[in-house]
C-alpha cells in the first residue's frame, strides 16, 4: 500500500512546515490529488490518522481536492478529460491519448498553530 508511504512524506512535509513556523501543531492540511495519480483518498486518510499519532499532525484535518485527469488526443487534437489512463477520447474514440495532467500529488497549503 503506497499511501502509507505517501501519508508519511505529507506528515513531515507539514511537521516541518510547523517547525519553520514555531508552531505547536498542524490544524490542517490541504492536499491536491489528480485522477490518474493511482491515490486511493480513503486509504490515503486512514494510513494519515494512523501514522499522525505522536506527531505534530495528530488529529489535523485532511482535506483532499481531486483534479481531472487531462490528456491530448492525436486523433482529433483536442484536450480532453479522462478517468483513467485507459479510457478512449471521449470526442472522437480514438485510442492516442498522450497524458498533460492530473497525475500530480501535492500539499497544497497547510494551517498550523
Known sequence: MHEMALAL???DIAAEAARAHAAARVLRVRLRIGALAAVEPEALRFCFAAAARGTPVEDAALEIARTDG?????GCGRTVVIGSRAAPCPECGAAQLLVTGGEDLAVQDLEVA
Open 9 to 11: 512524506n505529507v506528515i
Open 70 to 74: 487531462r490528456a491530448w488526443c492525436a
